[in-house]
């Protein structure tokens, strides 16, 4: 059923906001104690077409920004208990900037994920915004409309929590607060039930997936420590080649000018070929040829 916003707002304010306890009639306030621009996710929950929305705007005749003045009383709406549509709380997650959430994305969007959150940071990083957001979301819609399904929807089992215990530990908070957990991919696909024979297939995979991250971090530091051993440490290659430091020794030794040697000076490989390195590029080139003799 499609609402003009007049509709919409009045439909919403016949029932107090749970947020901001503005009563009924009146519209919802912000703590500065002005006219709110949307109304709170708790309050327009309670209207049973609104329950799919994401947000939803106050009209223009509620002045919002202006100073918040209680409006005319108005009877108590009382909230029938109508089953409506699952809400569905999409996160993708990858490990580093270069890798693609595309992929991720795309799926959870075909599943009518009503919002997605998204983020490219290393399941290490104990703090996650994206993440505890998507937590967040999901438990405000499931304190303002406890009988409305709610699910958080991953791709696959990884994506969520960095080990085994995390991810069980998750599924346990999910559970205490009436939040279901969806996977899209894996052994498990489909809504995790954890009263069902796929509790222990869930601590099993779990556990897995923290053993398969750990054998991949230690293969990692293992040819990260053989590559050291061959004089290779990694990082940005060097701007600033052997034969380019001799010359910028020597007219140091000169006397001449650093940025005058940086300009003199040219990138022979990588995507500033052509162009002279900076000053600051010189300086760190002429203070690890100092310290390698000494090493």
Same mark, same amino acid.
């Given at each position: ?27 919802? =306030?912000?703590?500065?104690?002005? $006219? ?5 996710? *708790?309050?327009? $929950?309670? #209207? ?5 929305? !994401? ?11 202006? =100073? ?8 108590? *709406?009382?909230?029938?208990? $109508? *089953?409506?549509?699952? $809400? ?12 693609? !959430? ?21 399941? =290490? ?8 957001? /998507? ?16 699910? &958080? ?22 559970? *205490?607060?009436?939040?279901? !957990?969806? &996977? ?10 954890? +009263?069902? #024979? ?49 010359? /910028? ?22 995507? +500033? ?23």
């Amino acid at each position: 059923m499609d609402l003009t916003p007049e509709d919409a707002a009045d439909k919403v304010e016949r029932n107090s906001c749970p947020t901001c306890t503005a009563p009924a009639g009146s519209p919802c =306030r912000t703590r500065a104690g002005k $006219v709110a621009a949307k109304y709170h996710t *708790a309050r327009f $929950v309670l #209207v049973p077409a609104l329950r799919e929305d !994401l947000a939803v705007a106050a009209p223009a005749d509620r002045r919002p920004g202006s =100073r918040w003045v209680p409006g005319p009383p108005v009877e108590q *709406a009382t909230v029938p208990a $109508v *089953a409506a549509p699952a $809400v569905r709380i999409g996160y993708a997650r990858c490990s580093t900037a270069e890798q693609d !959430l595309d992929v991720q994305v795309a799926a959870l969007r075909a599943a009518q994920c009503r919002r997605i959150f998204s983020e490219k940071i290393s399941s =290490r990083i104990k703090h996650r915004p994206e993440f505890e957001a /998507a937590l967040a979301l999901a438990s405000e819609f499931k304190t303002a409309a406890p009988e409305q399904a709610v699910i &958080l929807t991953v791709h696959e089992l990884k994506r969520p929590a960095r080990h085994g215990a995390e991810l069980m530990a998750l599924a346990a908070h999910l559970e *205490a607060h009436g939040i279901q !957990l969806e &996977l899209l991919t894996g052994p498990l696909a489909g809504i995790y039930d954890p +009263n069902g #024979v796929g509790a222990m297939l869930f601590a099993i995979l779990a556990t897995a997936a923290q053993l398969d991250r750990n054998y991949i971090r230690e293969k990692t530091i293992e040819g990260q420590a053989a590559a050291a051993a061959r004089g290779n440490h990694g990082g940005r290659p060097k701007v600033i080649d052997e034969d380019s430091l001799t010359f /910028a020794l020597a007219l140091r030794d000169k006397g001449v000018p650093m940025p005058e040697i940086a300009g003199k000076l040219t990138i022979k490989t990588g995507k +500033n070929a052509g162009r002279s390195p900076s000053v600051a590029s010189l300086y760190r080139a002429l203070a690890d040829a100092q310290e390698e003799p000494a090493s």
